[in-house]
């Protein structure tokens, strides 16, 4: 799995070195594969770091009591037919939780018992949160590498520009 590396500066702090690759692999497997890019601008800001390490820190304290999936109450007929739920919707019985998820291409519907129903609120907030969290994340590293792009597209303009005038 890819990994990306602390920035570092470069002469006159005026771009950053960023550099992805795989986790070292062992000796029999060959060399890990490296790539590097080279972004122009300045390095990111104290509170940019500190508010990106809070975010994490959160998104690690959410992994520990998450669960994947999605909660749904559902009220139920008992298929009775003397029983007021028959004929009455709003005297159905419920309303029951389950957790809903996919596993191994299998959909997945457990049945929550009522004193188990608050810790499995917890963790699908918990899985709503790191998610949240993860999507700021990634929304956050796009639009910084975007903008990097953007400069690098600019600067190379600039320079064919000049290569032509010099033609």
């Given at each position: ?40 601008g300045s390095l990111p800001t104290l509170t940019s770091i500190v508010g990106k390490d809070a975010l994490i820190a959160e998104m690690a304290h959410a992994a520990h009591l998450m669960v994947q999936g999605s909660l749904s109450e559902v ?93």
């Open positions: 799995m890819p990994f990306l590396s602390s920035p570092r500066s470069s002469v006159g702090g005026q771009s950053r070195f960023i550099q992805w690759c795989r986790p070292a692999r062992r000796r029999d497997d060959g060399p890990a594969l490296k790539l590097a890019l080279t972004i122009q009220t139920r007929q008992c298929g009775d037919p003397s029983c007021a739920c028959a004929w009455d919707p709003a005297r159905r019985h419920g309303p029951h939780l389950y957790l809903k998820f996919a596993a191994d291409g299998k959909a997945y519907s457990i049945y929550i018992p009522p004193e188990e129903q608050e810790v499995f609120r917890q963790a699908h907030h918990a899985w709503l949160r790191f998610n949240e969290i993860a999507g700021r994340l990634a929304g956050d590293n796009r639009q910084r590498l975007m903008q990097a792009l953007d400069a690098h597209k600019q600067t190379a303009k600039v320079q064919r520009a000049k290569a032509r005038r010099q033609a």
